[in-house]
């Protein structure tokens, strides 16, 4: 049995380890089919509505956070309404980004809702517990991507 490891976890602001925009209002009568990947704030699906073919911007690499506290990782390109915040980082990749995705949808859950939803304000706020590692150039402590990688891979390797 794989075990989480929580000793050397710390608090982040979202703001401070991933770079964060909004995505863009494209009403669905204005959609063209195509093969894009297209998010919003569905939670079926992985978060993907349709597939469009006139995107007003085009990402890859992201976690995607929707308005209802869904958070979905795509390496693959995608485009997505402005019922999205995209976070990116740099040291992000399908293992790190599974893991976040996961760790922040369940902290969402009951947060989030009709009523209150999670638009780029409310997401500027958000602070996740994860897993660190002291830097030692800098003395400060910060994420563990290789942790959060290697987990995902032993998981896998476990089913």
Do not use: H
Not at 64 to 91: A, C, H, P, R
Not at 95 to 113: D, H, Q, R, V
Not at 127 to 138: A, F, K, Q
């Amino acid at each position: 049995e794989i075990r989480i490891d929580t000793i050397n976890w710390k608090i982040y602001k979202l703001v401070d380890i991933f770079d964060i925009k909004r995505g863009k209002r494209l009403r669905s009568i204005d959609r063209t089919k195509g093969n894009l990947r297209f998010f919003s704030s569905t939670s079926e699906n992985n978060g993907v509505s349709c597939y469009i073919g006139n995107p007003l911007f085009i990402e890859n690499n992201s976690l995607i956070f929707n308005t209802f506290g869904n958070v979905f990782y795509s390496e693959e390109e995608f485009s997505g309404s402005d019922e999205i915040t995209i976070l990116q980082n740099i040291k992000l990749n399908n293992k790190n980004g599974f893991f976040l995705s996961t760790i922040m949808s369940k902290n969402n859950e009951n947060k989030y809702g009709y009523s209150n939803k999670a638009f780029y304000n409310e997401i500027i706020k958000e602070e996740i517990y994860l897993p660190s590692i002291l830097n030692e150039t800098t003395n400060e402590f910060e994420p563990d991507w290789k942790y959060m990688e290697d987990y995902i891979t032993d998981l896998e390797k476990e089913l």
